[in-house]
């Protein structure tokens, strides 16, 4: 079944721990990219990858950083966790930038900080 | 970064109902898509909308990309408890047939249906 996972799907962390949420997906897919989602405000871009070891920031990349190491995978990592990115996250994929309407989301990571 | 203002917030409706949402932005898209999000699920999409004045429909749904690329909508017809979500609005900036791989998302419509 084609499909976009993440991992974990709630975390509860604290100001400070460093922590990766892991995005992988089975389509063969070009193009990653991670949203966070916060009520009122829709989706907004973290980063994105057209493919491996290519990756750019999106509209609110401040806190986070992300690996391309191989055309499956698209981790998430926060470095220095704080409560503002308390949130939810969604990864999602396409075939390529040609085609990011078509768009593969995950089933989303519930991110709380304290 | 571009900014999609949609609307309504929120609807209550009873099922059987027919229900209208818009989205608007400041500066033009060449792509608008709308999305469906189900509870504890991400998003997926209903339709895309590549065309200024393009109508399409998708069953009960039916989306206009609107004439000044502007603007788009999305109307539900004879709404059903299923119907339940988040709708969302997306426009996507292509140049020369090179897309910037970016989608500007909406604020997003909850819509709840009352049996």
């Known amino acids: 079944e084609a499909q976009v996972t993440q991992n974990p799907r709630y975390l509860i962390t604290v100001t400070g721990k460093k922590l990766t949420v892991t995005c992988s997906q089975n389509?063969?897919?070009?193009?990653m990219s991670w949203y966070r989602q916060d009520p009122g405000l829709g989706l907004r871009q973290i980063y994105y990858s057209m493919n491996v070891e290519v990756t750019d920031k999106g509209d609110v990349p401040e806190g986070y950083k992300v690996s391309r190491k191989e055309k499956r995978n698209f981790p998430l990592i926060l470095e220095s966790p704080s409560p503002n990115q308390t949130s939810l996250y969604f990864c999602?994929?396409?075939?390529?930038?040609?085609?990011?309407?078509?768009?593969?989301f995950g089933p989303g990571t519930r991110l709380t900080v304290t | 970064g571009q900014q999609l203002n949609q609307s309504p917030q929120s609807m209550f409706i009873q099922e059987g109902e027919d229900v209208s949402m818009n989205c608007t932005s400041s500066?033009?898209?060449?792509?608008w898509l709308w999305y469906k999000q189900d509870p504890g699920e991400g998003p997926v999409l209903l339709i895309a909308?590549?065309?200024?004045?393009e109508l399409t429909s998708n069953g009960r749904l039916t989306a206009q990309f609107g004439i000044t690329r502007k603007d788009s909508f999305l109307n539900i017809s004879a709404s059903i408890p299923s119907d339940v979500g988040i709708y969302f609005c997306a426009g996507q900036l292509t140049a020369g047939g090179t897309s910037y791989g970016k989608l500007t998302f909406g604020q997003g419509t909850i819509l709840t249906v009352h049996p």
């Open positions: 909308l590549y065309k200024a004045g």
């Open positions: 999602a994929s396409s075939l390529s930038r040609w085609n990011t309407y078509e768009q593969y």
């Open positions: 500066s033009i898209f060449n792509t």
């Open positions: 389509m063969n897919h070009e193009y």
